[in-house]
């Protein structure tokens, strides 16, 4: 993102992300003719305690009206009634905005649910109804005789709830613009694509231009697994894609005690850097605690050093800046150990967590303290298996950070004069050279003197 580009404002942004339906404990299913649950004010009152980590905005999950988890949509006009309605976001809007925190929502446009109307008056209507094109139908032969007979239908990944759309029709580019729009000019700052990667490249590259002619401050990434994150930026127009090889890196280099794995995928994010500015997190809402992760739970502060002191724009999914566990399972309802209900206020929040805290709050201000790491490349001065030493740098700013993964202490040679800026190491000069040192298990954050 260019300096002085109308997005600007991402440059400081430290995302801290929610997953509204478990947050707020609603039930796991949305029932007819239930009547609405004003449940967003929830968040409401946790805006200051996102304030006070640091955070400068909420990325907040899918809220739109559904029938089970929020990524099954079936109105994407309104509220799930289990959250609020319209009354209720604008509230949340204007209360987040009030605090200077930004928010970027989740949009689900690769597939719908099942009981999406359209999709229903399609399977109803048959081969010939105004809707059927929006989906990837396969009728079966007699289809005309026998008009009652559901046809076969593409779905996300093999969840026959989840139908997907076609994106190659007009009118789902349309409509997906449609709801882009709407919900940016009632107050949302930025929009992620869920599934991003499932949907064709040529139709974002359609939509998108609707979108920044309206509202060019609006932040647009999308969600990409793995492949190509430049090309898949480049040919869509998206301004990032979700960081998952540092995010995979990153535990699996701290678990092995294996930091050549990280280096290696600190160079793959330095060559993203030339082309955009990579979503980058410890965890989010479809993947296993950072503190389940980890094998070791003292390499927790190792993960989040490398996090915000790299290029891109990071976020924290709420409640790993308390150290809560939560392992995400491969069958139905294995996301809810990893999407809990949180309580009616931070202060009834466990003890044990906030130390946590207050690492979280130390390294994010330390990065807002340094805005121009949403730039900085890595580079490493000094690797081993157990420890390594690397520069933070972008023009002429330099942080240098030395992680040690091993049992006794590491003593290393510093590339310049330095002094600690955060962490356990110390900092000793011998005539021209200087050393840290660091403790088991130890890391530390240094600037030139």
Request: aromatic share 10%.
């Amino acid at each position: 993102m260019r300096s002085g580009d109308e997005r600007s404002w991402v440059e400081r942004a430290i995302w801290w992300q929610i997953y509204p339906l478990g947050f707020v404990g609603a039930e796991h299913e949305a029932c007819a003719g239930a009547s609405v649950a004003h449940r967003l004010g929830h968040l409401n009152g946790w805006l200051e305690y996102a304030v006070n980590l640091g955070a400068s905005g909420i990325l907040l999950g899918p809220i739109f009206a559904s029938s089970t988890h929020g990524y099954d949509t079936i109105d994407y006009f309104r509220i799930d009634p289990r959250l609020g309605d319209d009354a209720d976001f604008d509230e949340f809007i204007a209360a987040a905005h009030r605090r200077g925190l930004r928010v970027v929502l989740d949009g689900v446009f690769n597939h719908v649910g099942r009981e999406y109307p359209a999709f229903q008056r399609a399977i109803a209507g048959g081969p010939g109804s105004p809707e059927a094109s929006w989906f990837r139908l396969t009728w079966p032969a007699e289809a005309s005789q026998k008009p009652d007979q559901e046809p076969d239908y593409a779905t996300f990944e093999g969840h026959r709830q989840l139908v997907a759309l076609n994106h190659d029709e007009p009118a789902v580019a349309d409509h997906v613009a449609r709801v882009m729009n709407h919900w940016l000019a009632r107050g949302a700052d930025g929009w992620r694509l869920d599934a991003a990667y499932a949907v064709p490249r040529s139709f974002w590259a359609r939509v998108l231009p609707a979108i920044r002619a309206r509202h060019p401050d609006a932040y647009i990434f999308g969600e990409v697994i793995h492949g190509d994150y430049a090309g898949f930026v480049r040919e869509t127009g998206v301004d990032g894609v979700t960081q998952y090889e540092l995010w995979k890196a990153i535990w699996s280099a701290l678990n092995d005690r294996n930091l050549f794995e990280l280096a290696w995928a600190l160079e793959r994010h330095n060559a993203m850097l030339e082309s955009f500015m990579p979503q980058t997190f410890l965890g989010n809402h479809d993947v296993t605690r950072i503190a389940s992760q980890l094998v070791d739970e003292r390499h927790l502060a190792h993960a989040l050093v490398i996090l915000l002191t790299c290029g891109g724009v990071p976020s924290i999914y709420a409640g790993d800046e308390q150290a809560f566990r939560g392992i995400k399972e491969h069958r139905t309802g294995g996301d809810d150990a990893i999407r809990p209900a949180f309580p009616a206020t931070p202060a009834d929040l466990a003890p044990f967590g906030w130390p946590t805290y207050r690492l979280h709050q130390e390294l994010i201000g330390l990065r807002r303290r340094h805005p121009w790491l949403y730039r900085a490349r890595s580079r490493v001065t000094e690797l081993h298996n157990t420890d390594l030493v690397l520069e933070a740098y972008h023009e002429n700013d330099r942080l240098w950070v030395a992680l040690n993964l091993a049992d006794a202490p590491i003593t290393r040679a510093s590339p310049a004069p330095v002094a600690k800026l955060a962490g356990g190491g110390a900092v000793c000069r011998k005539g021209a050279a200087t050393e840290i040192t660091l403790p088991p298990h130890g890391w530390g954050i240094f600037e030139a003197e």
